[in-house]
Every structure is written in C-alpha cells, then in structure tokens.
C-alpha cells in the first residue's frame, strides 16, 4: 500500500527566502507524481506534474523534482512570497492520473 | 476551462438529518468523478471513485449506504450523507476526471470543497 509522508507538517520563513518542502513515498512504482496548493477552506489547485520518467519539472518560481529510486520528491520555492502561505500537498499517481494518494501537507507561512 | 464547482460550499445540519453534495463539471464532461474526504491537518483520503450511469465504487472502509453516490449524467456527481452524525463533519471535496486523448492521460480537477458541520 502506498504510503505518502510530507515533512515537515508546518514552516514558517520570512518573506524572500528560498524553501524546501518533502515529500516521500514507499512504493517506487509511480505513474507520476503531482504537487497542490491549498488555501484554507477551498479546493486543490495543481501546482506541478511531474511523470514517472522525468527529473524534475519547472513553473517559474517553482521546481519540483522527482527521484523514484528513493521515493522522494522536493518541491523549491524561490524568493517566496507572503502570497505563497498555503498548504502544498503531493500525490501519488499509482496507475495514472486516476489513481492518487496524498500526502497529509505541509502548511507554509510566509511572513512579511 | 476545466471548472469544477460544489454546492453548497458549507451547511450545518441536525444529527440524524440527511445532506446532499454537488459536484458540477461546469466546461467539460467527466466521465469519472472522485469524492474526497479531508479531516484537519490530514491528508486526502478518497472516498469513492463513480462512473457515469453505474455504481460507484468504494474504497474500503467507507460505508456505501452511508455515503450515497450518484453519478447521473456526465456533468453531475452528488454525494448524500445519510443520518448524518458529528462524526460525519467534515471537508469533503470532489473531482472530475477528463480524459487527455490517450489512456492514462487524465487530468483531476477539484472542486472547491464542502464544509460539512453535523450539530
């Protein structure tokens, strides 16, 4: 069974300093493996998608890598923003893009 | 495009009373959509997985006659939480699936969610 962790649960930077944020998973054998923004209260928004056979993909201020091997992917944040506070959860496609299991988030704070 | 929209976005209902959800594809047809669960500071845990036109599927442990699910036409999912407890209060979000062209290729959209307090 799929197991999605992200450390750590909380973080809180001041505005302009470049982040981290973790994601691992127990089963290697991913579809592909995706990155959400939630605002308190709403809905997911997808952030990035990265497919099982790529490294890492690209969105502006952020990138997201994918190392399969060792179950982990990182989402990097740039120069963040008071804007960017949110939870950022990652997924797990086990089969395709129907399939998920996510990660219980990581709550940014960034403070101006 | 690719809107997916709720309704209601919150409502507070008495024990026992029972409560539907809307889950709307506003520009597309999805032929599959999910319902989610969310308690505070958890991860999203899939309720149910429905068809249009057939039965959804649940995942284990969720009650099927608990958690009803229609799925009657390509645009429209509804959840309807039956006798509902304060056990059942909750965040519940859905998402349409639509197809990319190629097996595999679907693409989630997520509604904005549903508050669900049970008094």
């Known amino acids: 069974k799929q197991e999605v962790t992200q450390i750590p649960a909380a973080l809180s930077v001041p505005e302009g300093e470049n982040l981290v944020l973790n994601c691992s998973f127990t089963d290697s054998a991913i579809y592909n493996l995706q990155w959400f923004r939630q605002d308190p209260g709403k809905g997911l928004t997808s952030l990035l998608l990265?497919?099982?056979?790529?490294r890492e993909q690209t969105s502006g201020r952020l990138n997201a890598s994918l190392d399969k091997s060792s179950g982990r992917s990182t989402l990097y944040i740039a120069a963040s923003q008071p804007g960017d506070s949110a939870t950022y959860l990652c997924?797990?496609?086990?089969?395709?893009?129907?399939?998920?299991?996510f990660g219980a988030g990581t709550r940014l704070t960034v403070k101006p | 495009g690719a809107v997916v929209s709720q309704h209601p976005s919150r409502v507070i209902c008495k024990s026992g009373t029972s409560v539907k959800i809307e889950c709307r594809s506003l520009d597309f047809q999805a032929t599959t959509m999910f319902w989610y669960r969310q308690f505070p500071k958890k991860s999203l845990m899939l309720m149910a997985t429905s068809n249009e036109g057939s039965k959804a599927t649940y995942e284990q442990g969720v009650e099927k006659d608990k958690f009803l699910i229609n799925h009657a036409s390509l645009t429209l999912s509804t959840l309807t939480v039956t006798s509902a407890h304060p056990e059942d209060s909750s965040f519940y979000i859905c998402?349409?699936?639509?197809?990319?062209?190629?097996?595999?290729?679907?693409?989630?959209?997520f509604g904005p969610g549903t508050r669900l307090l049970v008094l």
């Open positions: 997924a797990v496609g086990r089969y395709n893009n129907n399939d998920m299991r």
């Open positions: 990265i497919q099982s056979s790529q």
């Open positions: 998402s349409a699936s639509r197809s990319g062209g190629l097996a595999g290729e679907e693409t989630q959209y």
